[in-house]
Nanobody, 120 residues
Framework: QVQLVESGGGLVQAGGSLRLSCVASGSISSIDFLRWYRQAPGKERELVAIILNNGATNYPDYVKGRFTISRDSAASTFYLQMNGLKPEDTGVYYC??????????????WGQGTQVTVSS
């Protein structure tokens, strides 16, 4: 059973930092990419960062220069370092990955989310 579990959320003042973690577990043979999304109350879920299997990363303009996505050497734990946090960064943060189990097809998996609240 493949699971993605996020942690590291919390309450922080504007200008502060948080590091989120996403641990992938199960019989995973590869992860083609992993994305972090966030969803604020009353708003649609939006992309925050993506890391590809080759290590390439990309960010939307609203977090570029403040957020950094990375992974450990085993590529089973992924991180989102968030610096210079703003109140508009508040939301539930989700990790989302395209995973392959054994020789099977890619499947899209989501974590349960972790709450980030930035106070002004």
């Amino acid at each position: 059973q493949v699971q993605l579990v996020e942690s590291g959320g919390g309450l922080v003042q504007a200008g502060g930092s948080l590091r989120l973690s996403c641990v992938a577990s199960g019989s995973i043979s590869s992860i083609d990419f992993l994305r972090w999304y966030r969803q604020a109350p009353g708003k649609e879920r939006e992309l925050v960062a993506i890391i590809l299997n080759n290590g390439a990363t990309n960010y939307p303009d609203y977090v570029k220069g403040r957020f950094t996505i990375s992974r450990d050497s085993a590529a089973s734990t992924f991180y989102l370092q968030m610096n210079g946090l703003k109140p508009e960064d508040t939301g539930v943060y989700y990790c989302n990955a395209a995973v392959r189990v054994g020789a099977g097809p890619l499947s899209n998996r989501w974590g349960q989310g972790t709450q980030v609240t930035v106070s002004s």
